[in-house]
């Protein structure tokens, strides 16, 4: 019995009235639904611009100097349209004019952009009859940047205890100095991952427009299936090698709680959804691969030096110039004299000159070798550990469909075989591994 229910409603659940609407009926169809988180107005269709895009926008304009007050009114219009069909009193005009205010005023982009959910969410709390609580309120990060989970989770449990129900809006939360900041993009997700830790909730709903977790991008594989149900850590792994359904973080705060996520979408509310969960049923048949997952996007440095083997600390050195550059690694796969380490091409283009200045000044290697425009693929499944051949399987995929492998990688949990490719086959590739691996 779940007898606690935190849900949150993404962009594309929320773009407009109806669709409004029909997250409303979702929510009151179910007396344990009680604490739910609202994204921004998101697509209305393909090409429609998101609030929050719209909000940042502002920001960039103001920014430079420019007049932002069409792209304003743009954000003051979608918003009055909703508070229309929905026949809700709402003063759209003085909240926009703070936006304004605070703009002209030099504000950080965070400000504007946590509006979307700001106001959107005290719309429909009206809409619901149900209160709002604003994140500003109960999510805390410390100074630098990471969310406080002792305080955030006291004081958002406090708060929300004294309550029936409630409506806060996802994506933001307070710095020490009071001053809005926002997780990055996607972050709603987990915020309703945090609030329903807080309120030691039986179950986390997550509304969204596909009927869960998919065991391929949808947008690049024709009716992938779904995945019914998955655990913390196969569901960690794809979203952060790419399937951008959920935010890669969202999965932290319930997990550790053990809480299970429920994907589920609001145009299907029929359909089961993906479970998430610390494991599997153990009546479900056994599988091999979960899902695959991927992004273009990369860089791949190698450094060949003869003798490497022997030179203590080579590999640390190497990534320490990435790491105080300010660039992540996402793989680095090493040889006996050579070691290439992958990294995202656009922070590497920013530093580019600096990184490969100091690592031949520090490192003095033989070659330096830069392979631009990479995608990586990950496929990722518990049961892989245990079935023989599957790498075979991958690489003899690959190579029908006559994509070359530029670097391969695999984790050390064995939970997933990542390879890189050619980012022009990025398409073809994920369909090839779909066919051999899933369909
Ligand atoms: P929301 O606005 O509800 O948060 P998102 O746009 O963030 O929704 O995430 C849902 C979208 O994620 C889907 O519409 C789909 O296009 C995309 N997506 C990418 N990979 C997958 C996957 N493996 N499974 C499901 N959806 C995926
Ligand atoms: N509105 C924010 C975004 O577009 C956060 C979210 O929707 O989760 O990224
Ligand atoms: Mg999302």
Not at 381 to 405: P, Q, T, W, Y
Request: proline content about 4%.
């Amino acid at each position: 019995m779940n007898n606690l229910v935190v849900l949150k409603f993404g962009g594309t659940s929320l773009a407009d009235a109806s669709q409004i609407k029909k997250a409303a009926g979702i929510i009151k169809a179910n007396p344990a639904r009680k604490f739910v988180i609202l994204s921004a107005p998101g697509k209305r269709f393909s090409d429609d611009i998101k609030v929050t895009d719209l909000l940042y926008k502002c920001h960039q304009e103001a920014q430079n100097g420019g007049d932002f007050s069409q792209t304003l009114a743009k954000i003051s219009d979608r918003y009055s349209e909703i508070i229309k069909d929905l026949g809700v009193d709402f003063d759209i005009k003085s909240e926009i004019e703070i936006i304004k205010k605070n703009l002209e005023a030099g504000i950080t982009p965070d400000y504007p952009a946590s509006r979307g959910e700001y106001i959107n969410s005290k719309i429909i709390a009206k809409f619901l009859g149900w209160p709002f609580v604003d994140a500003a309120e109960i999510i805390f990060f410390n100074e630098n940047g990471i969310l406080d989970e002792e305080k955030t989770f006291s004081a958002a449990g406090e708060k929300l205890k004294s309550l029936e129900n409630a409506v806060i809006p996802g994506f933001y939360g307070a710095m020490p100095d009071g001053k809005i900041k926002t997780f990055s993009r996607g972050g709603s997700d987990v915020t309703g991952s945090i609030i329903a830790r807080s309120v030691s909730a039986d179950l986390y709903e997550n509304w969204t427009d596909v009927s869960g977790m998919l065991s391929a991008d949808p947008r690049i594989v024709k009716n992938p299936k779904v995945i019914e149900y998955i655990t913390y850590t196969e569901l960690r792994e794809l979203s952060y090698m790419g399937a951008s359904v959920l935010h890669e973080d969202a999965v932290f705060p319930v997990r550790k709680a053990g809480i299970p996520i429920n994907i589920r979408n609001t145009n299907k509310p029929d359909d089961n959804g993906t479970l998430i969960a610390a494991s599997l049923p153990k009546n479900i048949e056994k599988r091999a691969v979960t899902g695959i997952a991927g992004r273009k996007g990369f860089t791949s440095i190698r450094v060949e030096k003869s003798m490497m083997n022997v030179e203590t600390g080579f590999g640390a050195k190497l990534l320490y110039i990435f790491s105080r550059n300010g660039i992540p690694f996402e793989h680095c796969p090493t040889g006996i004299d050579a070691i290439s380490v992958v990294i995202n091409s656009e922070l590497f283009d920013q530093k580019r000159e600096t990184v490969l200045r100091e690592i031949k000044s520090e490192l003095n290697p033989d070659f330096i070798t830069i392979e631009k425009n990479l995608a990586s693929i990950a496929v990722v499944g518990e049961g892989m550990i245990s079935v023989k051949g599957m790498a075979a399987r991958v690489f003899d995929a690959l190579a029908k469909a006559d994509i070359n492998i530029r670097m391969i990688d695999q984790g050390s949990d064995e939970l997933n075989i990542i390879v890189g490719i050619d980012e022009a086959e990025y398409e073809k590739a994920i369909n090839a591994l779909y066919s051999k691996m899933i369909a």
